[in-house]
């Protein structure tokens, strides 16, 4: 008889960020988790303690997408910020699941800061205040704060379904407010 296969950790964080991105955290039942990833909750259980060591799995893996997202984004905007925004904006749109557990969501990775996702590895938002330093702004870091709390706004609105205005508007947008906050 032959062995049968054994299901790794890598695959119930896969199937469980699928739910995730498609239903959100809160929808993944032991059960759910099991059929999507095809094997039986013995093995969820054996691999995790308990839910929120999974969540944190899928935190992280959801922090990466959102890099990658980030990453593979249009950055050809001469305004500061307005790429960091329609990014942040644009993934809020596409992923929303994925959004209120990065950004809306309580229980994050720990140690992580919504800053700390969003500046990411290439240090995103550390150029962009560079840029806005570049253009003469004498205190790019608080331009960046008011422009951080405009955009994450704009982002829970996009998830709630409240917000929806095409690139250009968001572009227009965007420029709009980095010219009234850098007054």
Same mark, same amino acid.
């Given at each position: 008889?032959?062995?049968? +296969?054994?299901?790794?950790?890598? #695959? ?11 239903? &959100?955290? #809160?929808?993944?039942? *032991?059960?759910?988790?099991? +059929?999507? +990833?095809?094997? *039986? ?45 329609? /990014?942040?904006?644009?993934? +809020? ?7 209120? !557990? !990065? ?25 962009? $205040? ?5 253009? &003469? ?13 405009? $955009?994450? &706004? ?20 965007? #420029?709009? /407010?980095?010219?009234?906050?850098? !007054?």
């Amino acid at each position: 008889m032959s062995r049968k +296969a054994t299901i790794t950790q890598k #695959e119930i964080v896969n199937a469980a960020f699928k739910i995730t991105r498609k239903e &959100g955290f #809160e929808q993944i039942t *032991s059960r759910k988790l099991a +059929a999507a +990833a095809g094997c *039986s909750t013995q093995p969820i259980f054996r691999i995790y303690e308990n839910m929120d060591a999974l969540k944190k799995d899928v935190y992280d893996k959801a922090a990466a997408y959102y890099e990658d997202y980030y990453n593979e984004c249009d950055k050809s905007h001469e305004v500061p910020f307005v790429d960091l925004g329609l /990014a942040y904006i644009g993934f +809020a749109q596409k992923y929303p699941h994925l959004f209120r !557990l !990065l950004f809306i969501s309580e229980q994050g990775a720990e140690g992580k800061t919504m800053y700390d996702l969003v500046n990411g590895s290439s240090e995103n938002v550390v150029k962009e $205040i560079n840029k806005a330093s570049a253009k &003469g702004v004498a205190n790019a870091q608080q331009l960046f704060m008011q422009m951080w709390i405009f $955009i994450h &706004g704009a982002g829970c609105m996009a998830v709630t379904g409240d917000y929806d205005l095409d690139t250009q508007a968001s572009i227009s947008m965007l #420029e709009s /407010a980095y010219k009234a906050f850098s !007054l």
